[in-house]
Nanobody
Framework: VQLQASGGGSVQAGGSLRLSCAASGRTFSRYNMGWFRQAPGKEREFVAT????????YYADSAKGRFTISRDNAKSTVYLQMNSLKPEDTAVYYCAAILAEYGSSRYSAYDYWGQGTLVTVSS
């Protein structure tokens, strides 16, 4: 599966952005999906994951209460709604797909990655 992330941009603190990740192919519903991010000079970190049918979600502590992951299998797209953004959310955000029973917070577990979209939050 090929993944194409979009929706990044520059916002002020407290603002919102919605990231999208479109998948190619007809097997999107077989994959659990995740969002990760990588800030300059830091390791890639887990943000959120969602089950194949959208019924299971799991968030990093930093994302809980502010970010919402969702998916539309008919459109082969996963979303990350980000609200109340903070400067520390500045990073390149990546979507990823894992062909397994469940999603994972470990980036090494994922099978496919999108190219990343940059989110910049200014104070």
């Amino acid at each position: 599966v090929q993944l194409q992330a979009s929706g990044g941009g520059s916002v002020q603190a407290g603002g919102s952005l919605r990231l999208s990740c479109a998948a190619s192919g007809r097997t999107f519903s077989r994959y659990n999906m995740g969002w990760f991010r990588q800030a300059p000079g830091k390791e890639r970190e887990f943000v959120a994951t969602i089950g194949k049918s959208g019924d299971r979600t799991y968030y990093a502590d930093s994302a809980k209460g502010r970010f919402t992951i969702s998916r539309d299998n008919a459109k082969s797209t996963v979303y990350l709604q980000m609200n109340s953004l903070k400067p520390e959310d500045t990073a390149v955000y990546y979507c990823a797909a894992i062909l397994a029973e469940y999603g994972s917070s470990r980036y090494s577990a994922y099978d496919y990655w999108g190219q990343g979209t940059l989110v910049t939050v200014s104070s």
